[in-house]
RNA sequence: GCGAGAGUGGCGAAAAUGGCAGACGCACUGGACUUAGGAUCCAGCGGGGAAACUCUUGGGGGUUCAAAUCCCCCCUCUCGCACCA
């Protein structure tokens, strides 16, 4: 055994041993619980980066641990393969995008197995594969038989220089995330996933997924936006027709004063049309286009509008309010149109004391004398309170009120009580061509007409040339587009666009379970054994888009037969960043850390101890490299335990029992068990590996103390093995190669992921004597070792006869003294 | 603005249920071994003080024998959503 530690040889023989003997491979097993352990898969963007060592550094100590404790752990990996990014390099490199994706996930797939995870690969999924998406497209087709997929014209972001939609998280600051053109809202025919069948169960469920963070719940529940209000109508003076508006605030009514609208609101046309302010109109709405982007990158706009020429009535005094454009008012939310009550809403306000709108108080501050008086307010008051100014309202409290006014509005036809979610249907139609086909064919004597299940899948084609302005090469491919209808048989135009790559990231976690099942998307049997996942660990980024929507299609399976769980994810841990120098790693920032070069200095054990023991996961992790070398170094310490004691260690067996150990050996012991038992519950219930290793170091520190000058002692080396057995193998989940190869140099023949983890013997832990604390007014004073079944009153005994303590008080009255047991004694005076 | 989270040495961080603040590591200092050390080992390492002591967990109050931890007020930072009616 060589005596210096050099990681390179010892982890691709472990590898190449690991792979040969397919101990990551795991299959159902009812006689062992199981356990679903999934991290997030990558997209295969060409190399695995720190944030992905990290990642998946911490679930497999978490699969190895638990593979350890007896568990059948399902733990696999893949690809999210299909993606912007994959057209884009190709377009740049010469390349298909196909070629590009599959070159990466070899690439990828040799560093993560230089890494040492457990992975089942014989699971291995990439997205992009027919074998993959034929199910999605069957997953549509089910969907829209049921009305969960429809097609509907809607506003959408529109890059004019990428020639695609984008996605809402693709738009930074109302520009293009690559090519930084101005997004431009189109109106466009679109696929949506009716998400908001779910909301009510989506949002549910928030509160009844304890293993999630709260922060993520929070975050959720933010996006859902549930509100509660009314839906009003206000009727047009002309006569034709109403204008609806959503309102949280039906009490405040009477203060309505006049009406505001979006700038795209559908009704804008007809209510200036023939009025003198047509024109004034037609320019502001222009305008309000154009300066959507300005929109988002100033903080707040300041608040601008137009008169329509048109009125409204006030359904309750009969008012007539003008109509206004307002450069404020989101078509996104509610109804696009607003009842302006300038008294008691702030935006409102601002927009009438500009334009000079009448301004009416009608909510005054509960327990108040007086409202406020219009003129003499500087703001809006935005609390409930009590009902001025409002007929047969007045006196009434804000909540009572919003049921009443809205209960006599209903009366008339003119509103209800009614729920508002911020949450909008899936937009998942991409103009892309690296995607997932939409199964769909237009006919024009059937109209839409889906892909007979049958001819699925609908291949993507590989043999397109790409086109120089990045947009789809679909809808000018022949071969592809031009097909005929299933309906009649007549001539027909496939969909061109692709599904959203988010689509395929919602239902992986399932496929895993049966990857090569071909008799349907999902094999009943093993998504059963196999599903939920019990834990899920990725980052925070998608704490809403890849998380929400995954909840989203899991309901939606099941109540399509093909799941039984309510929930994909039983508990997630969102691991925090790699930052390196106080910034995120990126190339711009030039502080990016390569994983290869890591591992080609340190070994992976060292990286995957350093990611690990540099904070706990799931706050972000500063990158050092100083701190890698510390990790280096402890590896080293450890190697060097076995290597320079080989002969006396492999000489005699561990000890298994306290008996006749002299103190020092008995203490020594105890330290193993009690490490035993400290990395046991950080690793199972906390997921607190920082604390782990540093308990693993301390041992190793107090086992380097104990060999010091003791090499002779015949009593030592039985004791030492067992301690030196307990770091091995409570170290081999976070350093699995160093770990087998010690484990083995120890003349152990199995593999430590097949060794039952260790388990602490109690009385073991148990110390005759232990230390305590003595306090005189709350402040330490003195220490004292004492038997450890020591009781209060015994304790106190101890203290007060302890001569440090004694000098303390002299001759000065005792008031009170607090003994707690195995901790301390508080005198007080 | 709304929501969430976090503030502890020179640095990364520890401290379940209130009970020795700073475990473990990095950096630093001194020593040993050495031709040499950026290897290894030993020792020291929050501030003030020669010491006894004393101060110290963002700031200020409070509860308690005892507070990083519980309560109230304030400050700062990070993240998410953001003119959401």
């Known amino acids: 055994m060589e005596l210096k530690y050099s990681p390179r040889s010892i982890e691709q023989k472990w590898q190449d041993n690991w792979e040969a003997s397919q101990v990551f491979k795991v299959r159902e097993d009812k006689d062992k619980e199981k356990y679903y352990l999934l991290e997030m898969f990558p997209y295969p963007s060409g190399r695995i980066h720190m944030g992905h060592v990290r990642n998946y550094t911490i679930g497999d100590v978490v699969g190895r641990f638990l593979r350890m404790s007896g568990y059948n752990v399902l733990h696999p990996m893949g690809w999210d393969a299909f993606g912007m990014p994959a057209e884009n390099a190709a377009i740049k490199a010469g390349t298909h995008p196909a070629k590009w994706t599959y070159s990466n996930i070899d690439y990828m797939r040799n560093q993560l197995k230089q890494l040492g995870f457990s992975y089942d690969w014989s699971r291995e999924i990439a997205t992009c594969d027919p074998s993959y998406y034929r199910w999605e497209q069957l997953f549509f087709l089910r969907m829209y038989e049921r009305g969960l997929a429809y097609r509907k014209s809607s506003y959408v972001n529109w890059c004019p220089k990428c020639q695609t939609v984008l996605a809402n998280e693709q738009v930074e600051g109302g520009a293009c995330w690559r090519c930084d053109s101005v997004v431009e809202q189109k109106e466009m025919e679109q696929w949506f996933f009716k998400i908001t069948d779910y909301v009510e169960e989506l949002l549910d469920y928030t509160y009844k997924l304890p293993g999630w963070p709260e922060r993520v719940l929070t975050m ?19 006569g034709k027709g109403n204008i609806p508006v959503f309102t949280t605030r039906a009490d ?133 309170g009590v009902l001025v100014n409002s007929d047969r309202y007045s006196d009434m409290g804000s909540a009572e009120a919003r049921d009443a006014i809205t209960e006599s509005l209903a009366q008339k036809g003119l509103g209800e009580k009614t729920i508002q979610y911020r949450l909008r249907d899936w937009g998942i139609s991409r103009q892309r061509y690296w995607g997932a086909p939409i199964p769909i064919v237009y006919c024009d004597k059937c109209g839409v007409v889906p892909v007979p299940e049958k001819d699925l899948p609908v291949v993507l084609p590989l043999d397109v040339e790409l086109l120089e302005n990045g947009g789809s090469p679909l809808p000018v491919y022949e071969p592809f587009f031009k097909t005929t209808c299933p309906k009649c048989g007549g001539a027909a135009r496939r969909e061109t666009d692709t599904m959203d790559t988010f689509v395929e990231s919602s239902w992986y976690f399932a496929r895993y379970t049966c990857p090569g099942f071909d008799q349907g998307p999902l094999d009943g049997e093993a998504v059963r054994y196999w599903l939920p996942v019990n834990q899920y660990i990725g980052g925070i980024e998608h704490a809403v888009l890849h998380l929400l929507y995954s909840r989203f299609f899991v309901k939606t399976l099941r109540d399509l037969g093909y799941l039984q769980e309510d929930e994909p994810f039983l508990n997630l841990l969102t691991q925090g960043r790699v930052i390196k120098d106080c910034f995120k790693m990126s190339k711009s920032k030039g502080n990016v850390v ?59 067996a561990p000890c298994s029992s306290g008996a006749g150990l002299s103190k020092d050996l008995a203490q020594l012991r105890r330290k193993a068990h009690q490490t035993i ?79 039952p983890w260790p388990k602490w013997d109690e009385s073991a832990l148990k110390a005759e004597e232990i230390l305590v604390v003595v306090q005189v007014n709350g402040k330490l004073r003195s220490r004292i070792t004492v038997p450890a079944d020591a009781t209060d009153k015994e304790l106190e005994a101890f203290a007060l006869n302890d001569p440090r303590i004694r000098e303390f008080i002299g001759d000065k009255p005792i008031r009170k003294v607090v003994a707690v047991p195995r901790k301390l004694v508080n005198i007080v005076m």
């Not at 859902?224 to 009003?232: A, E, P, Q």
């Not at 070069?597 to 500063?622: H, N, S, W």
């Open 594 to 652: 390569d994983p290869d070069q890591m591992i080609r200095a340190y070994g992976a054990d060292t990286v995957r101890l350093f990611c690990l023991f540099a904070a706990p996961p799931e706050k972000d992790l500063d990158w050092s490299d100083q701190g890698v070398e510390g990790s280096f170094r402890f590896l080293s310490r450890m190697w060097r335990l076995v290597s320079e004691n080989l002969d006396a260690l492999t000489s005699v």
């Open 252 to 384: 405040t009514l009477f203060g309505a004063t006049f009406m505001s609208m979006a700038p795209e609101h559908p009704m804008v046309a007809d209510l200036c049309r023939g009025t003198s302010q047509e024109a004034a109109v037609m320019d502001f709405v222009e305008k309000a286009k154009r300066s959507k982007r300005d929109e988002r990158e100033a903080e707040l706009l300041e608040k601008e509008g137009v008169f329509t020429g048109s009125y409204c009535i006030n359904p309750v005094t009969g008012w007539k309010m003008p109509v206004y454009i307002a450069n404020f008012v989101v078509m996104a939310y509610g109804t696009g149109a607003v009842m302006a009550v300038p008294a008691h809403d702030q935006r409102d306000f601002e927009f009438a004391t500009k334009y000079g709108m009448p301004i009416k108080v009608v909510i005054k501050p509960a327990g108040a004398e007086k409202p406020p008086v219009a003129e003499e307010l500087t703001e809006a008051f935005e609390d409930d």
């Open 220 to 238: 959720q529940q933010n996006w859902i936006g549930r509100s509660t209000g009314s839906r009003l109508l206000f009727p047009l003076e002309s």
């Open 677 to 755: 038992k400290k990395v046991t519950e950080d690793v199972r219930e906390r997921f607190h590996f920082n604390t782990a290793i540093a308990a693993v170091m301390e041992l190793v520190n107090q086992i380097y103390q104990v060999l010091e000058g003791r090499r002779d002692d015949p009593k030592l080396w039985p004791v030492m093995r067992e301690s030196i057995e307990a770091v091995i193998a409570l170290s081999s989940p976070m350093v699995p190669h160093i770990a087998d190869e010690l484990w083995h140099a120890l003349g152990h023949r199995g593999l430590l992921l097949e060794t």
